[in-house]
């Protein structure tokens, strides 16, 4: 890649940070994990072929032109959520997916993502990746790490916080939340 595309890659980056909250590449990864998906089933579900959610993905293309499509990584988000909090099984998931995916979508401005469950308490998990998603957008995995190393010697729980939650994988930090919580 030259240097070109790679200026043309952040700035696409960049705008998705400003309009969807992060790049899409991190957030339609955190929903194949949380979901249990490949990439061909999300560009499915999400109405997409699977090149331009690959062009997403890498920061080829900026913008989801279709508000639809926009829509459904917001249901997508919402179970996400609600999978992680035990409040919809997988088998459950997998039947509200095929949903998502027939919907046709209504006014973006009345279907903002939601943060919490049904009940109303905010998901620990949904904290978490906010958590993440706020230090990744700082700086990138390394960076963070070699500042938790600097901080070890003198602030080794701040340290083991940007390591785990900078850096680390969300059940991880999720793990990390919990026992920290009084």
């Known amino acids: ?27 339609f990864r955190r929903l194949i994990d949380d979901l249990g998906l490949n990439q061909a089933r999300l560009a499915s ?32 988000q919402e179970l996400a959520g609600q ?5 919809v099984s997988a088998a459950e998931a997998t039947d509200r997916m095929d949903e998502i995916k027939k919907t046709a979508g209504g006014s973006v401005l009345n279907n903002t993502a ?7 308490a905010t998901t620990v998990r949904r904290v978490v990746r906010e958590i993440q ?3 990744r957008s700082v700086s ?25 939650y900078g850096a680390g994988r969300t059940a991880d930090a999720v ?4 026992a920290h919580q009084s």
Request: overall charge negative; cysteine-free.
């Open 1 to 27: 890649m030259d240097a070109a595309q790679q200026e043309a890659t952040a700035r696409a980056r960049e705008l998705q940070r400003s309009w969807y909250g992060e790049p899409l590449g991190a957030l």
């Open 45 to 76: 579900v999400l109405g997409l072929s699977a090149p331009m959610l690959s062009q997403l993905m890498s920061g080829q293309r900026a913008k989801i032109g279709n508000p639809a499509v926009v829509q459904r990584v917001q249901a997508l």
């Open 83 to 87: 999978v992680a909090d035990g409040s």
């Open 114 to 120: 939601q943060t919490t469950s049904s009940t109303g």
């Open 133 to 135: 998603s706020l230090l």
């Open 140 to 164: 990138a995995a390394g960076d963070i790490i070699d500042a938790a190393n600097t901080l070890a010697p003198t602030h080794p729980e701040l340290a083991e916080f940007l390591r785990v």
């Open 175 to 178: 793990s990390h939340y919990e």
